[in-house]
């Protein structure tokens, strides 16, 4: 498992599985999959100051992986592969004030991921959530 080796090891390991999204049936899935396999961590970074996000090196390097930089996990790890290079990516933090719940976001494309732990719903799946803040996120990572 990734998560347990060393640093370099860890690069490796991650850049493997990307390339394994190529020919994947449903690499979204297979991300998220992957990403809920990681040791969860206290809060790592603030949700709401995009200048506190670890880059991905950075997220990889520390290993250590909250609800909201495992998001990031699952959005850099898509975007850094051909497959999803040119797919619209918005990270949202929203609250349901229902539940009394926040939820890290991440819309790929149609898809959006992070309101259920092991898939993705679609807009018309998604309930009345307050959205506090959205980011789309660059090309340039």
């Known amino acids: 498992m ?7 090891d860890r690069i490796e390991s991650w850049r493997e599985f990307r390339d394994s999204l190529e020919q994947d049936s449903d690499p979204v899935k297979t991300t998220i999959e992957f990403w809920n396999k990681a040791p969860i961590s206290a809060m790592s970074c603030d949700p709401f100051d995009q200048n506190s996000w670890p880059l ?20 850099y790890t898509l975007k850094l592969t051909d497959r999803f290079k040119d797919s619209y990516f ?7 004030k229902k539940e009394h719940r926040f939820y890290y976001l991440l819309i790929v494309d149609d898809k959006i991921v992070g309101y259920r732990y092991d898939s993705t719903v679609t807009r018309k799946e998604l309930p009345n959530l307050w959205i506090n803040q959205s980011y789309v996120m660059r090309d340039d990572i």
């Open 2 to 8: 990734m998560f347990f080796k060393k640093f370099e």
């Open 56 to 75: 991905a090196w950075q997220l990889i390097d520390e290993n250590k992986y909250c609800d909201f930089s495992k998001i990031l996990a699952i959005y």
């Open 90 to 96: 918005e990270i949202q933090i929203a609250n349901d």
